[in-house]
């Protein structure tokens, strides 16, 4: 029984050049549909960032202004999900509204100093607990809108930079396969990682520093031809100096 003649040791095989292909198109699209998802997100975000308190908040605007309420702290306790610690506050505001529960963000000041009975400031906006404080102290909740979209964004650009390279080097994989060229040595592959984690770092840094997805992208998009141009170039005097 004839076999198919196995790739000569050093070149790509079918499988690898097929599993490359396969990991990238799975991470271009990702991001694209986090992409897709993130234009409502990132509106609220931005909505959050620019709501004034309720004290300085016209009449018109009063809806979105960032309120403060007294209230009373009933427990606090801690949990585990997926083996992480989370720290739980149940206050209450009295009047009509039951107590409630939030999730603290951390074991950080706040949830450190309060007890049962203490008397906290809750912060709100559009009906959403986002920080409580207890005298100088201030603590965010894990529903304080923007980390959310700011991280779904910078997964995004993360994902489509490396997916992008998986694309790219099984386009290169697939080259050398079929031109039976050379095993590409160790200090190739050190410089493409090394200028994808650059790339990949100034995506995430964008990411942080906007709520624009119009923006981050082509500030990603100049990172990754900064470190790529880079990565070429040192290449390529690797390259001279082997010859």
Known sequence: ??????????????????????????????????????????????????????????????????????????????????RTATHWATVDTGGEMPPFRVRMRGDGPVWKEIAPGDRVAVYAWRGLVWRLGSGELRQDTTGKPGRASTAALATGLVLLIIGSVFLRGAGRLHRRRATRAPAARASQVVVVVAATLLASGIAVTSAVATDSLLLALPVAAAGCAAAWTASALLLRRSARREA
Do not use: I, Q, Y
């Not at 004290?55 to 949990?79: H, K, N």
């Open 1 to 82: 029984m004839n076999r198919a003649p196995a790739s000569p040791p050093g070149r790509p095989s079918l499988m690898g050049v097929t599993l490359a292909a396969a990991a990238g198109s799975v991470m271009v699209l990702a991001a694209v549909v986090l992409f897709a998802l993130l234009p409502g997100s990132l509106s609220e975000a931005r909505d959050f960032r620019a709501a004034r308190p309720c004290s300085e908040a016209s009449a018109p605007e009063s809806g979105d202004c960032l309120s403060e309420w007294p209230a009373a702290v009933v427990s606090t306790e801690t949990g585990r999900k997926h």
